[in-house]
């Protein structure tokens, strides 16, 4: 289900619909602020190792448990997106890069079923510290040669890992 805003965080006033532009949006009356429906941010990995295999999580958790997706997960509150693509990578697979040391891939909004939508920011990393160690919301974690590669819970990571192929296949 989407979050809703029904009342205004400052003063506790019940928001009403407003003209906001071309759009309508929850507005607070009291303190004469609108309120908006932003995307929900949210980082990738793709990890590379030196035979060129992708590292994918195996979902310990819904949505998809039991399918396989990219290392990730949401932001935190004053996080960047470089210190939640390292903390969700080291929470899932127990691997450690240094945030100076990955590379950014793409940005990119995705529909979101239950979130209206998400800023998806990925990430290249090839270098880390550590074995693979699955955390508590990933069943298995392991390297895959392109041309084997499972089937992949979220069509986002499809695209992703798609976009990286096209980059690493390029002539330019």
């Given at each position: 289900?989407?979050?809703?805003?029904?009342?205004?965080?400052?003063?506790?006033?019940?928001?009403?619909?407003k003209?906001?532009?071309?759009?309508?949006?929850?507005?607070c009356?009291?303190?004469?602020?609108?309120?908006?429906?932003?995307?929900?941010?949210?980082?990738t990995?793709?990890?590379?190792?030196?035979?060129?295999?992708i590292?994918?999580?195996?979902?310990?958790?819904?949505?998809?448990?039991?399918?396989w997706?990219?290392?990730?997960?949401?932001?935190?509150?004053?996080?960047?997106?470089?210190?939640?693509?390292?903390?969700?990578?080291?929470?899932e697979?127990?691997?450690?890069?240094?945030?100076?040391?990955?590379?950014?891939l793409g940005?990119?909004?995705?529909?979101?079923?239950?979130?209206g939508?998400?800023?998806?920011?990925?990430?290249?990393?090839?270098?880390?510290?550590?074995?693979i160690?699955?955390?508590s919301?990933?069943?298995?974690?392991?390297?895959?040669?392109?041309?084997?590669?499972?089937?992949?819970?979220?069509?986002?990571?499809?695209?992703?890992?798609k976009?990286?192929?096209?980059?690493?296949?390029?002539?330019?």
């Amino acid at each position: 289900m989407l979050f809703a805003w029904n009342y205004c965080p400052e003063c506790g006033q019940a928001l009403t619909p407003k003209e906001d532009g071309d759009k309508i949006s929850p507005h607070c009356d009291n303190c004469e602020r609108f309120y908006y429906h932003n995307p929900i941010p949210v980082t990738t990995c793709i990890v590379v190792n030196s035979n060129n295999e992708i590292l994918l999580t195996r979902r310990a958790v819904e949505p998809r448990i039991g399918e396989w997706c990219l290392p990730g997960g949401f932001m935190e509150l004053k996080e960047t997106p470089e210190k939640c693509a390292t903390r969700e990578l080291k929470e899932e697979t127990g691997l450690k890069a240094k945030e100076d040391e990955i590379e950014l891939l793409g940005i990119c909004a995705h529909p979101s079923r239950s979130l209206g939508s998400v800023l998806v920011i990925s990430y290249l990393v090839r270098k880390w510290e550590g074995s693979i160690t699955p955390g508590s919301d990933v069943a298995e974690a392991k390297f895959f040669s392109l041309n084997n590669m499972p089937q992949l819970a979220f069509d986002l990571h499809k695209d992703i890992l798609k976009s990286y192929i096209e980059r690493i296949t390029s002539p330019y």
